[in-house]
């Protein structure tokens, strides 16, 4: 197992700011590399998720983690969810992108855009874990550009009857509700779909690089019978509620990103201590403390950004701007320092024998899910021109 991450007391103001904060760290941390670790090698080569595991996220009370207390849920913040995302990813980012998916793409928007009815009807499942979640937003045709989705929504009765497919879609082999996104008269709603409804399908599991300890299918819609009381708000309000949700979703990816690259900071300075070569110990090569100093430096200063962000993002505080920024600075971060760590280990680190064969293959996903890096990176140059000519 690698070594705990030092860091100054001082910094718990930013990474732990409340003691609520610290139990959690502590809570997740424990769970994490008691059970989440030693399965993680086996659900990868497996391509699986582990549902019981993931279950026991629910009797922790961490898959309502940002859902109110009066609704069942754990009423913690941003900063939470960033931790445990942090946490889970340091051992198993695949796992936690399942988690992700569950807990924030559908509870955590579900909740804050749902009735009580429907609320009494679904919330008490998904946040015991007894049903798992997803969303559908992606589509074959449509990723980033949302706007253009072109599954449809017609209005039949007292049914709704929905037509398309959406693709990548991550715990859809095992889900059991999920929340979709589909036009009405040319607008965006949002829709809670269950798996068994008429009309409803689902394709094989896709196989991928990595992040395969998180499954992901197609949905098929064919005239898919939902009833009017599971459209969430009214028609055309769902771009708002999505808008709202991806500042979290890609906040939590971003904290997956800093998981990752911790880990893989930690791994670095274990093996390079104990790795001997010309008599010493590999450590003391002026290239292997480039590849970790630069590592670390770099895995910090997105840690902080991601924290700094986090107090900053809730269902009733927008800051597009911040999310963006964190995860177009984040998920790249992962990525080079698990690459980083590739090199340090050298013909280890890309045998399974290590994790870093995995943690490489898992980071790249944080630069394109969510959000590619290229749409933040036009969603912020709209965003700060916007601010600076209001200013002006």
């Given at each position: 197992?690698?070594?705990q991450s030092?860091?100054?007391?001082a910094?718990?103001?930013?990474?732990?700011?409340?003691?609520?904060?610290?139990?959690?760290?502590?809570?997740?941390?424990?769970?994490?590399?008691?059970?989440?670790?030693p399965?993680?090698?086996?659900?990868d080569r497996?391509?699986?998720?582990?549902?019981?595991?993931?279950r026991?996220?629910?009797?922790?009370?961490?898959l309502g983690?940002?859902?109110?207390e009066?609704?069942?849920?754990?009423?913690?913040?941003s900063?939470?969810?960033?931790?445990?995302?942090?946490?889970?990813?340091?051992?198993?980012?695949?796992?936690?992108?399942?988690?992700?998916?569950?807990?924030?793409?559908?509870?955590?928007?579900?909740?804050?855009?749902s009735?009580?009815?429907q609320?009494?009807?679904?919330?008490s499942?998904?946040?015991?874990?007894?049903?798992?979640?997803g969303?559908g937003?992606?589509?074959p045709?449509h990723?980033?550009?949302?706007?253009?989705?072109?599954?449809?929504?017609?209005?039949?009765?007292?049914?709704?009857?929905?037509?398309g497919?959406k693709?990548?879609?991550t715990?859809?082999?095992e889900?059991?509700?999920f929340l979709?996104?589909?036009?009405?008269?040319?607008?965006?709603?949002?829709?809670?779909?269950?798996?068994?409804?008429?009309?409803?399908?689902?394709s094989?599991?896709?196989?991928?690089?990595g992040?395969?300890?998180?499954?992901m299918?197609?949905?098929?819609?064919?005239?898919?019978?939902?009833p009017?009381e599971n459209l969430?708000?009214?028609?055309?309000q769902?771009?708002?509620?999505m808008?709202?949700?991806?500042?979290?979703?890609?906040?939590?990816l971003?904290?997956?990103?800093?998981?990752?690259a911790?880990?893989c900071v930690?791994?670095?300075v274990?093996?390079a201590?104990?790795r001997?070569?010309?008599?010493?110990?590999?450590n003391?090569f002026?290239?292997?403390?480039?590849?970790i100093?630069?590592?670390?430096?770099a895995?910090?200063?997105?840690r902080?950004?991601?924290y700094?962000?986090?107090?900053?993002?809730?269902?009733?505080?927008?800051?597009?701007?911040?999310?963006?920024?964190?995860?177009?600075?984040?998920?790249?971060?992962?990525k080079?320092?698990?690459?980083?760590?590739?090199?340090?280990l050298?013909g280890?680190?890309?045998?399974r024998?290590?994790s870093i064969?995995?943690?490489?293959?898992d980071?790249?996903?944080?630069?394109i899910?969510?959000?590619?890096?290229?749409?933040?990176?036009?969603?912020?140059?709209?965003?700060?021109?916007?601010?600076?000519?209001?200013?002006?």
């Amino acid at each position: 197992m690698p070594a705990q991450s030092i860091h100054h007391p001082a910094y718990d103001a930013l990474f732990n700011p409340t003691e609520e904060h610290a139990a959690l760290r502590e809570l997740v941390a424990g769970f994490a590399r008691a059970e989440v670790a030693p399965q993680a090698d086996e659900f990868d080569r497996r391509e699986q998720l582990n549902i019981p595991l993931l279950r026991r996220l629910g009797e922790l009370g961490l898959l309502g983690i940002t859902v109110p207390e009066h609704l069942g849920g754990a009423g913690l913040d941003s900063v939470a969810a960033v931790i445990v995302h942090e946490e889970l990813s340091r051992f198993d980012p695949g796992f936690c992108l399942a988690y992700l998916a569950h807990s924030m793409l559908f509870v955590n928007n579900f909740a804050h855009c749902s009735n009580d009815d429907q609320r009494a009807r679904y919330l008490s499942k998904v946040i015991s874990g007894e049903w798992i979640g997803g969303m559908g937003m992606t589509e074959p045709s449509h990723g980033t550009d949302v706007l253009g989705l072109s599954t449809r929504a017609v209005r039949k009765g007292d049914h709704y009857l929905l037509t398309g497919t959406k693709t990548y879609i991550t715990n859809g082999p095992e889900a059991d509700v999920f929340l979709v996104y589909a036009k009405t008269e040319g607008k965006v709603s949002a829709f809670v779909v269950e798996a068994t409804s008429p009309g409803f399908s689902k394709s094989a599991h896709i196989s991928k690089m990595g992040m395969r300890a998180s499954s992901m299918s197609e949905l098929i819609f064919e005239d898919c019978e939902v009833p009017v009381e599971n459209l969430l708000g009214r028609e055309g309000q769902g771009l708002e509620h999505m808008m709202r949700n991806l500042e979290i979703e890609r906040l939590t990816l971003a904290a997956m990103s800093v998981g990752i690259a911790l880990r893989c900071v930690e791994e670095m300075v274990t093996y390079a201590e104990d790795r001997k070569a010309f008599g010493q110990s590999i450590n003391n090569f002026g290239q292997i403390q480039r590849y970790i100093a630069d590592g670390f430096a770099a895995t910090e200063a997105a840690r902080c950004l991601v924290y700094n962000v986090a107090r900053a993002v809730g269902p009733d505080l927008r800051n597009r701007i911040g999310s963006d920024a964190a995860k177009l600075f984040a998920a790249p971060v992962g990525k080079q320092v698990a690459d980083n760590a590739m090199q340090v280990l050298g013909g280890a680190g890309y045998c399974r024998e290590y994790s870093i064969e995995r943690l490489f293959r898992d980071a790249k996903l944080l630069e394109i899910g969510g959000g590619t890096i290229e749409s933040h990176q036009k969603n912020l140059t709209k965003d700060l021109t916007r601010a600076m000519y209001r200013r002006s």
